[in-house]
């Protein structure tokens, strides 16, 4: 792992520089290359481009760097940029965007689901990797076989990302080292050091927070590839796709999208390039990368998804995809405050976690804000393969507002039994020695429950990882290489995706996914153009 700490001599490049051209860019002391961005629609309206990627997030901004190497790619990203906002960049400002959230353009968007658990989405280029806790740890090596992945290439596409974000914290902070402490008392062993593989027991695991406390979103990939062959558009959603209707299948031709605030009635066109000549079968594609809540809402703004539902809201039918929309899945988490009350401590992210029950139960610890100057120490704990699935609907047509979304959060008995289990677990941690004579009087007093008592406790206290997934899942929306069913030109590639979490946290797989798949891609249109 290349530590990224080149310091910057150069003084900041603004933003609004008006010369089409990627420019190095200073993120607080590291410099980073950066495409050219822009907030002005009339830069790329009717323009066109050999990718469309629709959202500027974990997977969608290491996917537009990997097809820069080759193709001219537009990056069309609700938000704005993450540059020089010091409550996404400093760690110890981390959860401050949660509490400073807001309708329309604060950096996190809320979303509530239909079961009543708050939760959150990044809305800015680099997306939920922009208000993360930026814990980052690999997929098994068993979950990567399931998927039917290249092993070789996976690990690859790992490094790739890991040289331009990722770090080894360099010291624990004090509370990691008692909740470090605290799992090992509690019997999560063995204790495995630093690794960024997902190993059963406890361990240290990667951040994309440097040595100096800065993180490093998804955004930081773009400049990965060719940033001279990517623009960047900020403040534009994306309201549809439209497409091409003649041959056998519709392909898509583009994208409609809307200013994010002003004038939000107007909508504008962005095309793909067409082949100019036939020496290449194969055109450009619109990848939705917009994550688990946007990509299978912008499917059915755009007409495919079940049609009796697309019918209740006027949008006619282009494709009848039952799976839209389909096992949405939120992994159950138990979370304890093990403080008594509120007070202004610094906030803390995950540098340390337990992983244990035969892989099922990871347990992490946060020192989280609960307004814009209070916080509280929590340990937590996450159910990884939960079987329990929900289901997302549209609200109604503003590619703005949040879709309709239920996990239905431990409705079988088999999550229920592991909560329980979870809540003991985390019980013991919060009640170890370790973290006892940490807090002192200031630490709260839990009950032992009985059994029905925990299941009552899990029922209602439940609440989330923020690992949300589904919605477009492999093998029902799209195909194993991330094409939607029955349309040409189009591709889903997100969290949407995820029949399950790779049992970690997700957002390193994610990224790893847009490398990975981002490289096939490319191959596979060199391969047809030399043909
Ligand atoms: C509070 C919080 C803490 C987390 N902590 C961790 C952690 O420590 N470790 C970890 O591994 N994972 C963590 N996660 C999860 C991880 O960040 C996500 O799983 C991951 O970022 C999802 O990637 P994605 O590519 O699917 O979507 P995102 O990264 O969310 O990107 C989607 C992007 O699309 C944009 N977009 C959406 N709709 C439109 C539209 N219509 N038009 C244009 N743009 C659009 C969004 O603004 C966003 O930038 C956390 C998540 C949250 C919210
Ligand atoms: C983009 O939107 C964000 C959030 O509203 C705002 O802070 C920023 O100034 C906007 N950028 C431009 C160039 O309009
Ligand atoms: C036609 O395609 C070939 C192979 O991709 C390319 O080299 C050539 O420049 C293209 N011609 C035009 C006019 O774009
Ligand atoms: C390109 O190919 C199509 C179908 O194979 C053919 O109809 C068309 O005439 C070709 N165009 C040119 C410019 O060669
Ligand atoms: C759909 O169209 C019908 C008939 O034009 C109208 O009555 C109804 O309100 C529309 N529904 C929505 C959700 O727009
Ligand atoms: C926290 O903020 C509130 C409201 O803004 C203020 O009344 C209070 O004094 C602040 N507390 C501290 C410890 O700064
Ligand atoms: C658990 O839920 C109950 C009932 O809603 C609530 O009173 C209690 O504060 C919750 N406990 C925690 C730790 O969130």
Not at 116 to 142: C, H, K, M, P
Not at 503 to 513: F, I, Q, V, W
Request: charged content about 20%; some cysteine.
């Amino acid at each position: 792992m290349k530590m990224l700490l080149i310091y910057c001599i150069l003084s900041f490049i603004h933003l609004s520089t008006s010369s089409p051209t990627a420019s190095p860019l200073c993120n607080n002391g590291v410099k980073v290359a950066v495409p050219y961005m822009t907030s002005d629609v009339k830069e790329v309206e009717d323009k066109s481009f050999d990718y469309i990627i629709v959202g500027g997030g974990a997977c969608g901004c290491a996917l537009a760097s990997t097809l820069s190497e080759k193709f001219s790619v537009l990056v069309i990203e609700r938000g704005g940029s993450p540059y020089n906002n010091p409550t996404v960049f400093e760690r110890t400002k981390f959860g401050y965007p949660l509490v400073e959230s807001n309708k329309h353009n604060s950096v996190a968007q809320e979303f509530i689901s239909l079961d009543g658990v708050v939760n959150y989405r990044g809305r800015v280029l680099g997306g939920s990797t922009a208000i993360n806790s930026g814990f980052y740890s690999r997929a098994s090596s068993e979950f990567v076989k399931k998927m039917g992945w290249d092993e070789k290439m996976v690990k690859q596409a790992y490094e790739w990302v890991e040289t331009k974000v990722v770090f080894k914290p360099n010291d624990l902070s004090p509370w990691q080292s008692v909740v470090l402490n605290g799992l090992l008392e509690a019997g999560v062993l063995p204790f495995n050091g630093y690794s960024l593989e997902h190993i059963k027991g406890t361990k240290l695991s990667g951040t994309i927070f440097d040595v100096l406390g800065k993180r490093h979103t998804a955004a930081d990939l773009l400049g990965g590839g060719n940033p001279n062959n990517i623009v960047v558009l900020l403040n534009a959603t994306v309201s549809k796709v439209f497409f091409n209707h003649h041959g056998d299948q519709p392909r898509a031709r583009g994208v409609k999208f809307i200013e994010s605030e002003y004038n939000t009635k107007k909508s504008y066109k962005v095309y793909l390039k067409k082949p100019n000549n036939n020496s290449t079968s194969s055109t450009g594609e619109v990848i939705l990368t917009a994550g688990a809540l946007s990509s299978p809402q912008l499917l059915m703004l755009s007409g495919i998804g079940p049609s009796d539902h697309l019918q209740k809201f006027n949008i006619s039918v282009l494709a009848n995809v039952k799976g839209v929309g389909e096992r949405m899945q939120d992994n159950p988490a138990i979370s304890l405050l093990v403080d008594s009350k509120p007070k202004s401590r610094i906030p803390d992210t995950p540098q340390v976690t337990g992983i244990t029950e035969d892989y099922k139960v990871i347990l992490e610890s946060i020192i989280v804000p609960v307004t814009k100057n209070l916080t509280r120490v929590s340990i937590a704990g996450k159910f990884a393969f939960p079987v329990s699935t929900g289901k997302l609907e549209l609200k109604n047509k503003d590619p703005r507002d949040n879709p309709l979304v239920r996990f239905n959060y431990l409705s079988s008995d088999e999550d229920m039994e592991i909560c329980v289990k979870i809540h003991e677990l985390v019980m013991q941690v919060s009640m170890s020695d370790s973290v006892s004579i940490y807090l002192g009087n200031e630490r709260s007093r839990f009950e032992k429950l009985g059994k029905e008592e925990s299941k009552e406790y899990c029922k209602k206290n439940v609440s989330t990882f923020y690992h949300y997934h589904g919605g477009c899942v492999v093998g029902e929306v799209v195909d194993k290489d991330y094409r939607v069913y029955g349309i040409k030109g189009l591709r889903v590639m997100d969290g949407s995706t995820l029949v399950e979490t790779p049992g970690t946290n997700p957002m390193a797989t994610l990224m790893m996914l847009g490398r990975y798949q981002g490289l096939k891609i490319v191959g596979e249109r060199m391969g047809s153009s030399s043909r």
